[in-house]
């Protein structure tokens, strides 16, 4: 055989690289020999043995089917010699292009492949960054135990004599019109309107105020220019309303009566203490996520740098179908979410990228750094786990196992070793926790 040429190697982009191969005509010879004495091991046609047919009779019935064997042997031969002996970190599979097998002359292909991005992390030392306490204030308590009474509330009926006030729940009958023209879409009978809500156009809820059981109303309101049914959007309609029933929403007070609606609580304080225990870890997963966020941000600023297509695309997947996940599960029909998921894929990507460029990074600073998972902090951090989610560690081990997902457990615990190292190694102001509003609660 023929003396190798070559293969030449270039940079395309700091992360992507194009092989450019020829091939000498000896080699191609003997992988097209090669091919066609496959075929004619297995070929039938008629008038001939198996195994005895012609080469020229092979060529004219099977020279298509060999020279596609014999390309896609060469190319996958050379290519892959080449990446293990320039030792080329592929991250996707090559696209190849080459004008097929002429006689007499070298085989000549290209091929482009996407590598991992090699980098110095720089930056992740010394950054100056604030963090928000996670302890719990009164505020944030007392919103909580009043979110609580909501949970048992009553309605009753009012005085008859009472007007409708903001809290209340009101049956109504309406029909609105648009110029005069009645329409089907906005006639509805007996519907429960809770008042403050905000559930209906702006300003209809408000014009009920102060009537009282019985009453009559017209109401004039002006959709929002943004507003779901287009015929509607912007347009003034009027209503006319009868008001059927009023309700008032009676809160239960903080007292022993109070606390049989669960049946596990000795006082108020115990009740107090518990909803403050988790108030503080709902808090402090919020706040660490938004943490880890505010240094992935940092990072991304003091490190720029591109990442391979084929790892966005596959971020962009996971996400599609986590959305796909949480559309069904909240009852939506399953072809649908997947029509709206997919749709959704070109809205991920800009998320998608920092999300990959955030991994890459968090990986080459734990690897400058040598921070490791250890088999001891990984079954610690399994067994906090499997406390959280109620379960029993060595059923949560086999299950991890079983489904392929321990490196992925891995990874997480990686990136949160790599968050902790940065946090370390960072000026950090704590902010005092803020106040919260109570929204509707009621004291």
């Known amino acids: 055989m023929s003396e190798l040429v070559e293969p030449k190697i270039e940079d395309v982009s700091s992360i992507k690289k194009r092989i450019s191969f020829e091939i000498p005509w000896d080699d191609v010879k003997h992988e097209l020999d090669v091919a066609y004495q ?20 092979l060529e004219k019935f099977y020279g298509e089917d060999a020279e596609g064997e014999a390309v896609s042997n060469l190319v996958n031969r050379h290519y892959w010699e080449t990446i293990q002996k320039n030792d080329i970190a592929a991250v996707s599979q090559p696209r190849i292009e080459q004008q097929g097998i002429e006689k007499g002359k070298n085989f000549t292909f290209t091929a482009t492949v996407e590598i991992e991005p090699q980098i110095e992390p720089v930056g992740y030392t010394g950054l100056e960054l604030e963090k928000q306490s996670s302890a719990v204030t009164a505020d944030e308590l007392e919103a909580n135990m009043q979110q609580m009474r909501q949970m048992f509330a009553v309605l009753e009926n009012g005085d008859e004599e009472r007007g409708v006030q903001s809290g209340d729940f009101v049956t109504i009958s309406f029909e609105g019109a648009l110029a005069g023209e009645k329409l089907p879409e906005l006639k509805a009978e007996n519907h429960l309107l809770e008042i403050g809500s905000g559930s209906f156009i702006p300003g209809f809820e408000e014009q009920l105020l102060g009537s009282q059981k019985g009453a009559r109303k017209n109401i004039e309101v002006i959709f929002p220019e ?15 309303v009868e008001i059927k029933d009023i309700r008032v929403k009676r809160l239960p007070d903080l007292d022993d009566k109070f606390l049989k609606n669960f049946g596990k ?66 009852g939506m029909d399953p072809k649908k979410a997947e029509e709206l998921a997919t749709n ?10 920092k999300i990959v460029k955030t991994t890459i990074l968090l990986d080459k600073i734990a690897r400058k ?27 949560l081990r086999k299950s991890l196992e079983k489904d392929n997902l321990v490196e992925n457990i891995r990874g997480e615990l990686m990136n949160r070793k790599t968050y902790e190292f940065i946090e370390a190694k960072a000026n950090v102001t704590v902010r005092e926790a803020e106040k919260i509003e109570s929204g509707d609660a009621e004291k």
């Open 226 to 240: 943004n507003y779901q049914a287009p015929h509607l959007a912007g347009k003034n309609a009027e209503f006319a």
């Open 38 to 57: 496959k075929a004619g091991k297995t070929a039938r046609i008629k008038g001939f043995r198996p195994g005895k047919i012609p080469r020229n009779i």
């Open 265 to 330: 609580y000795a006082s108020l304080e115990e009740l107090r203490a518990d909803i403050r225990k988790r108030i503080e870890e709902e808090k402090k997963r919020r706040l660490d996520a938004a943490f880890a966020k505010l240094i992935s941000e940092k990072l991304l600023e003091k490190n720029i740098f591109e990442v391979p297509e084929v790892f966005v695309e596959q971020q962009v997947y996971y996400m599609v179908a986590d959305a796909h996940s949480k559309m069904v599960s909240e």
């Open 369 to 395: 750094e040598a921070i490791a998972v250890t088999e001891i902090s990984y079954a610690v951090s399994l067994r906090e786990f499997a406390l959280q989610r109620s379960q029993d560690y060595e059923t």
């Open 344 to 353: 959704l894929g070109g809205h991920f990507r800009e998320e998608a990228a």
